[in-house]
């Protein structure tokens, strides 16, 4: 929809898993080089005020914290509860012109590129918890049917101790050579990492790199904060 820059159809972080855990939504996400964060901010506010509907969707911010020689400095996610939903959506900046003058603010102050798209498969651990910090992986899976049973193994049996999410996305456009997106969430930095350590040190870990080790790859492992959430309350 319009041009590419402008497809800002927003990129986001990562979600609100308690959600998530009972839909089956897709994800479009947009890696921005943002020059001037408030502006920024304020117009994907204006998008989503003059797009919104009663099926959403759901905007969200996240910052890079570590993103290795990736230049972006910001992810957007914008999550649909369904295909359908998204088409929809879509549709509502046809003529609207507080949309696209909001589009045309945000490429003013940013650069956004590396846009994809993604669809649920899962969420564990503590779905309740605020999760602000993420640790984001991109994979690339030889066997994706395999991945996912050792993934969610691998959760499940760390659900226990994790202090926030940990979300698997199946990636469906975007992203070169990427087959799947784990996030894990948490409410501190801190926490986020100790968790990690404790996680990668276990023999849960252990047992599923030697299911998958020899069939997965870890494209990029990045860290980022959530700065930003707009969403449309679930019905009653």
Known sequence: MIKRSMTLVVLIGLVTAARLASAQPALEYFDCDVEDVPSFTAALGN??????????????????????QDTSTHRVIVQHSSFNAMEA???RFVGN??????????????????????VFIGAWGNLQ???????????????????VDALTEL?????ATAPGQVILFENRAGQHGVSHIVAIG?????????????????????????????SRRVVSASQARRVQVWAVPPPN
Do not use: H, K, M
Not at 47 to 68: K, M
Not at 129 to 140: G, K, L, M, P, R
């Open 186 to 214: 948490a409410p501190t930095l801190a926490g986020l990492n100790s968790f990690l350590g404790t996680l990668f040190a276990s023999d849960d870990f252990e047992d599923f790199t030697d299911d998958v080790g020899a």
């Open 97 to 118: 012109g507080p949309a696209l003058a909001a589009l045309e603010s945000l490429t003013n102050v940013s650069d956004c590129i590396n846009e994809g798209l993604s």
């Open 89 to 91: 959506w879509r549709s």
């Open 47 to 68: 998008v989503y005020e003059a797009t919104r509907g009663s099926d959403g969707p759901g905007i969200f911010i996240d910052q890079w914290l570590w993103n290795g």
């Open 129 to 147: 918890a605020q999760a602000t910090y993420f640790a984001v992986y991109a994979i690339a899976a030889a066997d994706g049917a395999a991945y």
């Open 155 to 159: 959760a499940e049996a760390q659900a």
